[in-house]
């Protein structure tokens, strides 16, 4: 029987500084190097999933931005991606503008870069995101008047930071959307709140059994911290939250491991998986 393990990122599998720790970066790559089925699921892009995780040797695709992308983070491209319906991308970005509010599109081109449209950086935590990202990975930032899809590009996913009460009315709204999800949640390093949306295809669990067929794996083992791998959780055989979890994600869980800033998942990875 062979077992997919799959961990979130923020919060569970990096540190409180947003790091993968050495030791969890040497336990991890000697399992895969003796056949340990190991990759991510996380609301992060390519490019800042790419970078976080270039120590690890991981050759199994990766479920990016909430399972709109099964990524190649080796060879750094695209194996399979849910767009949003034209419809509902532009209806969704009216409602952020119609409360004064510029988020991040993100559209993938059929040249396999990354294009980011925004109209302004309405808060500092916004301008940090794009100077701590711009000329760092295979795609561009584009300042906008108004968004707009190109013909070779394709809108897969529309983030935006901000306080609980600024972010809600518009995932209300969005949320009566056809075509597509919405994840609402704390932030794990900062006060503010993450509203991200996708295609109603894309999810972490979708994108999980999509892997789990690629590789053969017969059984999913999932580790996650926050209230986004609910649906992860739903869907594997085993499940693992780590101390520092939301209560909702403990609940759920068969076993509490580890936190995240004592390399909870690699060592139970260690003493979990064998060869």
Known sequence: MKTLYISDMDG????????????????INEL??????????????????????????????????????LFDLKNKKAVAYHEIPKDAFFAITEIFVKRNKSPFVFFYGDDGKFT???TDFKLPIHRDFYEKRKGKF???????????????????????S?????????????????GVTCSFYADTYTPYWFLE????????????????????????????????????????????AVKNAVPELRQIADEVIGENNNDGVAEFLKKDFKA
């Open 138 to 160: 295979f795609g561009e930032f584009k300042k906008v008047s108004e968004y707009e899809i190109l013909d070779d590009m394709h809108p897969v996913f529309i983030s935006l």
């Open 197 to 240: 949306i996708y295609s109603s295809k894309a999810s972490k669990a979708n994108g999980a059994q999509e892997v789990m067929a690629l590789v053969g794996a017969d059984k999913i083992a999932a580790f996650g911290d926050n209230r986004n791998d609910i649906l992860l959780f739903s869907l594997a055989d085993r499940k693992y």
């Open 12 to 27: 569970t599998l990096l540190n409180d500084g947003g790091k993968v720790s050495r030791r969890s970066v040497e336990i």
């Open 32 to 69: 895969i190097k003796n056949g340990m089925l190991f990759t991510v699921a996380t609301a992060r892009s390519a490019m800042s999933a790419a970078e976080l995780l270039k120590d690890i040797d991981i050759s199994v695709p990766a479920v990016l931005m909430n399972g709109v992308f």
């Open 162 to 178: 901000d306080e609980y009460d600024e972010l809600k009315p518009i995932h209300d709204a969005a949320q009566k959307i056809n």
């Open 116 to 118: 980011i449209e925004y």
